[in-house]
């Protein structure tokens, strides 16, 4: 039997692990960046989609979490940023389906 590597479901674990609290992929210093409680954060434009696309193949496409953390450590600072932003909108987005009392 032959185990193929799926990267949209490590995305999905990383999520899901989101929701519970915890950010394997971020360093702690990028979480308390105050540039993420601001308020022009959490829209996300139809190009900041796109781009956050190219950005999620390439992290997803590594098999080892260490490996996906160097490629996120190795954006640039804008393209991190959105990276991140794509996450927790993602992560924010499979909370609200798992409880939909919150909506």
């Not at 479901?9 to 979480?31: D, V, Y």
């Not at 959490?42 to 193949?57: M, Q, S, V, Y």
């Not at 600072?77 to 798992?98: S, T, Y």
Request: proline fraction near 4%; avoid cysteine.
């Amino acid at each position: 039997m032959e185990i193929q590597y799926r990267p949209e479901e490590s995305m999905k674990a990383l999520i899901h692990l989101g929701t519970q609290g915890h950010f394997p992929l971020f360093h702690s210093s990028w979480l308390t960046d105050p540039e993420l409680k601001e308020k022009k954060f959490h829209k996300i434009t139809g190009l900041e989609r796109a781009r956050a696309k190219k950005l999620f193949n390439r992290v997803s496409k590594h098999r080892q979490l260490e490996h996906k953390k160097t490629v996120v450590l190795s954006m640039l600072d804008d393209d991190r940023k959105l990276f991140m932003k794509a996450f927790f909108k993602l992560v924010e987005g499979k909370i609200l389906d798992q409880n939909p009392e919150i909506h």
